[in-house]
Each structure stands twice: as structure tokens, then as C-alpha cells.
């Protein structure tokens, strides 16, 4: 059973976004229930904070509690429910709040700018956000789980898919880590040891500035002096590590 | 002793040394590049072997005994060469930065070489025994504790960042390039006129050597000090500017404002009278009309004011100004995000300055032959530091074609060559500051900078 949170500050949106809700779970028989509808986020942190399981969330952006906007909210339970589905119900259709995504993992946003067509585009717009987060239950089920690298900084988790990650790179005498990704790179403190334990064995150390996923490496240079990831980006190899590193490639293709 | 070639060479490989290290130490000192001991040992290995060789072959060729001192001139200007090689092909600086830095820390190792020298008894004759020790005491122990003592004074005297910052204006650039190429000249040639009038009764060179140091060293620091006062009027007036486009847009809202007060009662009036007529259609029609013209007229002006004002730290506010007005005569729409009230930021202003007008700049460049212009900055205020984040559409053939690395090398652009010297200084920024951690990526068609200041623990 998953629990349904609500908050929103406009008593008559809340009501209504709160029928939404229960009309489309009888209407489908999802296994959910409303949990909470409030105007007051403090409830839904303790309500959260009781049963920490994973839910859907629906808060909107901008709250009228002083200490606590919907973001906040978010990244607050974001401490008890690390994969739960947090969306957003907003009145302003161009804010750039959308580069929040990244930081507390968001399902969807939900526009209701329109005065006339408000109960229309919640409608619309809660019931794809349930039938999303129906079907993505279901994918996780059937295909196991895609293995992710998670992140944590003191402000936001990111789960970044290990296929993705081509390979690890530090300066010596730095704390400061840079993952390159097939989409870009991203920096963060950490410790280059720690990160070779903690993640499977085909992501090999070879070199001290170095970690490399070998399923990622295109080729290796002739004399084994770096090596060419599959975006085109190289890698160093330390030298007492050349053979090795040829061999661990040659087992690891095979 | 009969001094052979190998003895020669022998000899020369400690001298160089100190030497060596001591100008590769005042190299990465001015550069203010971070201390790497692998690069320092390449460096530094290198140029023993190189410089051992050449002043052995030079003295066994007699150089030293031509007239004019030339052979003395000679040797400078090959010890600066090899220095300014070794910057430009271990360190990746461009030719002109290795000119100055590689010539100027050759310099004044030189100098301080010499100045040491003082100690040099007349007539010391380093083929004989004694003259070997003293010769090695002077060149092992005084030698490097000057030079050291030079490095730290420099430190402390914080010149590295004199030198940095005039090395970003080009007629500085220009100027220290010809100080720099003419200190071998400055410092043998009174040395020669003296020497024919005074008949050598005394050593002129150490003194004059250590004089041509200070005065050097001073005039650096004069030049680059008063380029700072400079640099700080310019900065005010920049401010000014600043401050007018502010009041300027401040003086359109007040308009908006006002056109607004003037017609609301109209607008109230007309809904008024549709509610009594019950005209429900209407009524809806026009409420939806009035909050759609005040979202985009006044309400968006009013939000835009609610995040400039949210940006509490006066200099970030003037490169936003300042961006936004000229993505205003750009005809791009930014939507400007500042969540929560940023105050203070631990890091050097102008640094940071100089990031975000970079990926501001990238992104402008990209979006502004989009046919639809936008862009998204958000500044967001975070427990652990402050978040940049900068995001704008790519066109689908760039997003899909372009590898992201390939933005960082030096002088790559998409719009063609050498226009991508900003994001390899901005490379070279996050290198030297440890709490700065970039990431940048291109997902669903978005192209996104992030750029988060660490807060120093």
C-alpha cells in the first residue's frame, strides 16, 4: 500500500486536488491510499518521519509556512524516503524550477496557471503523475533493478546508473573527485580508495589518479601508456600497472 | 688539479642543480601554480642535464674568455631560453606568459647567483683544491639560502599576484616581455664600461646584480599596484553603470505599476457588472484574460525583482545585471531563479566573477541563433555552499554530434577556432581551487553548467 501526501495551502485547491486523488485510486484500484491532505508541511514531515516508507507526494512550490517552502519540504523528506515520488503543482508555467530535478530526484511538475481550466489540468496532471509512478513500480519489478552509483553531498542525492559511468578521475593531493558519464562529468569530495571498494570489480584502478570502467574502454594504446574511452576521452595507466591492465581487459571482454 | 671536461661537467651538475630547482620553485611560485611534485621533477631533471651540458661545452670552448662578455650574455639568454621551453612544454602555458615567467625567475636566480658571488675572494681559482671548496661552499650553501630567502620574500610580499595580474593586461605584457629580454644587457654591460675606466679594483658585478633585483622587483610591484587603483576606479564606474540600469528598470516597473493601479478599478468595475448580470462566461473569460496579462506584464516584473533583490552581495548583483541587460538587447529571455537570500559567499569575488561570466557567455553564444532564446540561472543557497546553475537548449544536430569533453580543450568552440580560450581558464581555475566543484552535461536537449562553491570547513 503506498501513502499518498498532499500539501497545499489553498484550502479549495487542496480539497479538490484531495478528490482527485482518491477518485482516480477507486477508479484504477491502485494499491494507495491518501494519507495525509494538509496545509501545513510541519505534518507531513512527522507524519513521514513515523512511517518512513516509500510514497507519492504532491506539495506545492510555493507554500505560505515561512520556514518551509515545497523545496525544503522535498529535500526534507528526501532523509526518510530516498525513492519515494515527489511532484510539484505550481501556478507559474515558466519558472526555471525544473533545475531543482536534479537535486531531490523530481517525478513531475503540475502547471495550474489557467483559473478556468484549474480542475481540468489537475485532473489530468495527478493522474499521469499516479499511472507513471504505477508503471515504473512494475518496470522495477520485472527488470532487476538497473545498478546506480549514488551520491551523496550534504544537500542532494544522485543515483547515477553504473552504465553510464565511464570512469573516475582525481589530481594527487586533491579530495576533489571528477565522474565522467557518458553525459558530462560532476564533481565531487571523496576518496579515491574508498570508492574502489565500494564499487564492483569491473571498475579497475589503473593508475593513482585513475578508476576506469572496463566495460566502457574502447581500445588500449599500443604500449599500454593510457587508455580510450569509448567517448573518446583517455585515461593514464600507471607503469607498473601496463600488463595488468591489458590482462584485466583481455579476462573482462572474455 | 687540471680542470678536464669531465671534471667540468662534474662540477657543474650540483651547481645546476640548485640552480635548477631554485628557478623552478620561483616558476611555479609566479605562476601560482599548484605545487606537483612529478612535474617539478620532470622539470627540474630536465634542466640539469640540459643546462650541466651546455655550460660545460660553452666554458671548454673558451666562451667565457670572449670579450664583451658576451659568453657571460650568452650563457643568460640560453639558461632563459631553457627555462621558457620547460614552462611552455610541461606547464601548457601559452608562449607569451612563458616568455615572461621563464625569463623573469631565470632572472632573478641569476641575479641572486651572482649576488652571492660577493663572498668570492679576487683571483679564486677554482682549479685548485681550496678554491673547489670555496667555491662549493659559496655555491652550495649561500647561494641557495639567498634564493630561498628571495622565494619567501616574493611570497610574502604577495608578488606572484602582482605579476599574475599584469600579466592580464597586453601592454603590461608587452613591457615585462622587454624588461625581461634585456636583462642580460642590463646587468654586463655597465659591467664592461666600469671596467675599462676602474681597471677591476673591486667587484661591481654582485652589487650591481643585486640592485638591478631590487629595482625590478620594485618596479613590478609599482607598476602592478597602480594598475590595481586603476582596475578598482574602473570596477566603481562599472558599478555605476550597474546602478543605472538597475534604477532604470526599477523606473519601467514603477510605469507598469502605475498603468496597472490606472486600470484595475476599470477592470473590477466591468467584472462587477458581469457578476451581477450574471454573465458566468463572460466573468471567466475575462478573469482568466487578467491573470494571464498580469503574469506576463507586471507579475513577471515583480518576480524578477523579488530574485535580483534575493542576490545580496553587491558584485555578484552587477555581473547579473549586467548579463541580463545584454541578453535583454539580445533578445533572450532568462528566467533568473534566486530562491533563497544569498549574502556572503566564501570565495574571491573576482574569481568567481570571471567563472560565471564564462558559462554565462558559453551559454549566450549557443542560444542566441535559437529561434526561441531562453535560458534558465538559478543561484540556490545550500547547507554545505552556494549552487550555479546555468541551462539553456541545444540544437539537436550539436547535442548529439558534440562529445561534451571536447568543450575543454584549448581553443575548441563550435563556433569556429580560437574561441574557447574561456573554458580552458576556467578549467585552469577549478584546477587551482579545491573548493570549487564544477559538472557540466547534456541530457534531453539541455545543456547544463553547474558550478557549486564549497563552504571552506
Known amino acids: 500500500m503506498l501513502p499518498i501526501y498532499i500539501c497545499e495551502d489553498e484550502k479549495e485547491i487542496l480539497e479538490l486536488e484531495a478528490d482527485i486523488v482518491k477518485q482516480h485510486i477507486m477508479i484504477h484500484n491502485y494499491d494507495m491510499q491518501l494519507a495525509l491532505a494538509t496545509s501545513n508541511p510541519e505534518e507531513i514531515v512527522s507524519a513521514v518521519k513515523k512511517h518512513p516508507v516509500r510514497g507519492i507526494y504532491f506539495f506545492d512550490v510555493d507554500l505560505k509556512n515561512k520556514q518551509m517552502d515545497g523545496f525544503l519540504l522535498g529535500k526534507e523528506i528526501r532523509k526518510y524516503d530516498t525513492y519515494g515520488f515527489i511532484s510539484y503543482v505550481t501556478s507559474f508555467r515558466e519558472l526555471a524550477y525544473k533545475t531543482f530535478e536534479h537535486h531531490i530526484e523530481v517525478l513531475d511538475y503540475i502547471v495550474k496557471d489557467s483559473p478556468d481550466g484549474i480542475e481540468s489540468e489537475l485532473t489530468k496532471g495527478i493522474g499521469c503523475c499516479i499511472d507513471t509512478v504505477v508503471s515504473r513500480m512494475e518496470a522495477e519489478r520485472t527488470v532487476s533493478e538497473r545498478a546506480c552509483f549514488t551520491l551523496h553531498s550534504h544537500d542532494c542525492v544522485r543515483h547515477i546508473p553504473l552504465d553510464e559511468i565511464l570512469f573516475f578521475e582525481t589530481t594527487s593531493g586533491s579530495h576533489k573527485i571528477t565522474l565522467h558519464t557518458i553525459f558530462g562529468h560532476l564533481d565531487f569530495i571523496g576518496q579515491m580508495r574508498e570508492l574502489t571498494q565500494s564499487l564492483p570489480e569491473y571498475f579497475f584502478r589503473c593508475h593513482r589518479g585513475y578508476l576506469v570502467n572496463l566495460n566502457q574502454v574502447k581500445e588500449v594504446n599500443r604500449r599500454g601508456c593510457y587508455i580510450v574511452m569509448k567517448n573518446g576521452e583517455s585515461c593514464l595507466v600507471s607503469r607498473n600497472l601496463r600488463t595488468e591492465t591489458v590482462k584485466r581487459l583481455e579476462n573482462h571482454i572474455l | ?457
Open chain 2, 1 to 457: 688539479m687540471e680542470l678536464t671536461l669531465l671534471n667540468n661537467f662534474l662540477i657543474n651538475i650540483p651547481m645546476s642543480a640548485i640552480m635548477d630547482t631554485l628557478t623552478v620553485l620561483t616558476c611555479f611560485l609566479l605562476l601560482g601554480e599548484k605545487w606537483g611534485l612529478k612535474k617539478s621533477f620532470k622539470m627540474i631533471g630536465t634542466m640539469i642535464v640540459v643546462t650541466s651540458i651546455y655550460t660545460t661545452i660553452l666554458y671548454q670552448c673558451g666562451f667565457s674568455k670572449l670579450p664583451f662578455y658576451i659568453g657571460e650574455i650568452l650563457t643568460l639568454y640560453i639558461y632563459m631560453l631553457v627555462v621558457i621551453v620547460q614552462i611552455r612544454h610541461f606547464l601548457k602555458y601559452d608562449s607569451g606568459t612563458s616568455v615572461i615567467i621563464g625569463g623573469l625567475s631565470a632572472f632573478i636566480q641569476y641575479n641572486v647567483s651572482v649576488v652571492a658571488g660577493i663572498f668570492e675572494p679576487f683571483g679564486m681559482n677554482i682549479a685548485t683544491k681550496s678554491g673547489i671548496c670555496l667555491y662549493l661552499i659559496i655555491y652550495m650553501v649561500v647561494f641557495p639560502l639567498f634564493g630561498f630567502g628571495i622565494i619567501l620574500l616574493m611570497k610574502k610580499l604577495r608578488f606572484p599576484s602582482f605579476i599574475q595580474h599584469m600579466l592580464t593586461v597586453k601592454r603590461n605584457r608587452k613591457l615585462l616581455g622587454w624588461i625581461v629580454g634585456s636583462f642580460p644587457l642590463l646587468l654586463y654591460v655597465p659591467e664592461y664600461l666600469f671596467e675599462r675606466y676602474k681597471e677591476q679594483l673591486w667587484n661591481i658585478l654582485s652589487p650591481l646584480a643585486a640592485l638591478l633585483l631590487l629595482v625590478i622587483l620594485g618596479l613590478c610591484g609599482y607598476i602592478a599596484s597602480s594598475e590595481i587603483r586603476q582596475e578598482k576606479i574602473r570596477e566603481q564606474e562599472r558599478l555605476l553603470v550597474q546602478q543605472n540600469i538597475y534604477i532604470r528598470n526599477m523606473e519601467e516597473m514603477q510605469k507598469e505599476v502605475r498603468a496597472f493601479r490606472h486600470d484595475y478599478k476599470n477592470i473590477l468595475a466591468g467584472l462587477y457588472l458581469h457578476a451581477q448580470e450574471n454573465d458566468k462566461d463572460e466573468l471567466l473569460a475575462q478573469l482568466s484574460h487578467l491573470t494571464d496579462t498580469f503574469d506576463k506584464g507586471l507579475g513577471h516584473c515583480i518576480w524578477e525583482y523579488n530574485q535580483l533583490a534575493n542576490i545580496q552581495v553587491t558584485e555578484l548583483k552587477g555581473l547579473i545585471l549586467i548579463k541580463l541587460f545584454r541578453m535583454q538587447e539580445l533578445g533572450i529571455i532568462c528566467h533568473l531563479e534566486v530562491p533563497y537570500p544569498l549574502t556572503a559567499i566564501d570565495f574571491d569575488l573576482t574569481i568567481l566573477n570571471r567563472c560565471l561570466g564564462i558559462l554565462i557567455d558559453n551559454a549566450i553564444e549557443e542560444v542566441q541563433n535559437h529561434e526561441k532564446p531562453e535560458m534558465d540561472i538559478l543561484i540556490n543557497v545550500q547547507s554545505d555552499g552556494v549552487l550555479f546553475v546555468i541551462r539553456n537548449e541545444v540544437c539537436n544536430d550539436i547535442g548529439e554530434n558534440m562529445q561534451i569533453f571536447d568543450i575543454w580543450k584549448e581553443g575548441y568552440s563550435t563556433k569556429g577556432n580560437n574561441r574557447g580560450m574561456g573554458l580552458a581558464s576556467y578549467k585552469r581555475i577549478l584546477e587551482q581551487n579545491e573548493n570549487l566543484l564544477s559538472s557540466t552535461y547534456c541530457e534531453k536537449g539541455f545543456f547544463t553548467q553547474e558550478l557549486k562553491v564549497m563552504k571552506k570547513c
